[in-house]
């Protein structure tokens, strides 16, 4: 069975990534809304329209893919050559996006599996990749599902944000309302839990902040190691590179048995919800038995 691959652009995976998959992996973008202009992330508009918009209180929305749009893509595997395809997005708690690809799933010209992957970010591109690598070997489509499934729900996200002011704008903020009243006093860590954005602790400093998420961090690869496990770890940034520099560095001196340590910037859509000055840590363990990273060759940034 040749099973094919299709994700969104909130996996921010790198084309290093991307070139180095096991099969090809078709990203379909979401769309940023900027002064009432409609543009495709990664495609037409980058975090530097996003900052620029931000910083002069332009409205930002942003909005899932069309179902035409995945349905396209879909249509391309199966003249390709694929038997069926796996369809791997970011958590439905946080976009419809799953809703969009379950719509074209069922007009598509061949067998479709929707993971709702219940993160974003980092921990989304791993499960994708992770999926590419099953998939590579022949597995079933269901058997690749699983996989991307797998990685992503035993991911650990943590991250801090300078406002929530764009998470509360968003409406994406979820029970880390609760921080709001306070929020000016002190800073937010924030984690993902079953798709949901949650609150994890609250410090005085930014400093004390990235300390604190290195410690969870860590904490969560520790525990997978306890099982066995490599673990990869993804730190991403908006218009926060230093900050994520010294999170790479902690992590790497800490954790000088990851299988890699990467750092990228986050993208338009994310951001626009998140804002700048934003640092996510991602710990991913890898499937059991898997001893290197898919689509780890040739990338930059990795430790």
């Known amino acids: 069975m040749v099973v094919a691959i299709v994700t969104d652009s909130t996996a921010y995976l790198s084309a290093g990534q991307l070139d ?59 003249a390709q050559g694929a038997d069926a395809i796996v369809s791997v997005h970011i958590s439905a708690q946080m976009s419809a996006t799953v809703e969009g690809a379950e719509i074209a799933a069922a007009q598509s010209p061949i067998p479709v599996t929707v993971v709702d ?108 190691r306890t099982r066995g496990r490599i673990v990869d770890i993804g730190v991403q940034h908006l218009d926060s590179g230093d900050r994520a520099a010294d999170l790479v560095a902690a992590l790497t001196e800490r954790l000088p048995d990851a299988g890699e340590v990467r750092v990228g910037e986050l993208g338009a859509v994310v951001g626009a919800h998140v804002g700048p000055g934003t640092v996510a840590i991602a710990v991913s363990p890898r499937p059991a038995g898997q001893r290197e990273q898919p689509g780890q060759s040739g990338q930059s940034g990795q430790r």
């Open 20 to 78: 180095a998959a096991e099969v090809p992996i078709e990203v379909v973008p979401l769309h940023v809304v900027i002064g009432g202009k409609e543009r495709r992330e990664g495609v037409d508009v980058g975090v530097e329209d996003l900052g620029d918009a931000l910083r002069r209180f332009v409205p930002v929305t942003t909005s899932r893919p069309a179902p035409q749009e995945f349905l396209e893509a879909y249509r391309r595997a199966a």
């Open 117 to 224: 992957s219940r993160v974003l970010g980092a921990a989304m591109g791993y499960a994708v990749l992770s999926a590419a690598a099953a998939a590579g070997a022949g597995a079933s489509a269901a058997d690749v599902a699983a996989v991307a499934r797998q990685r992503a729900q035993e991911a650990t996200v943590v991250f801090y944000v300078h406002t929530l002011e764009h998470l509360r704008r968003g409406g994406r903020i979820g029970s880390a309302a609760a921080l709001l009243g306070s929020a000016l006093a002190i800073k937010p860590i924030l984690a993902l839990e079953e798709g949901h954005i949650v609150p994890l602790a609250k410090v005085r400093t930014s400093a004390k902040a990235l300390m604190r998420m290195v410690d969870v961090a860590v904490a969560a690869a520790d525990e997978a």
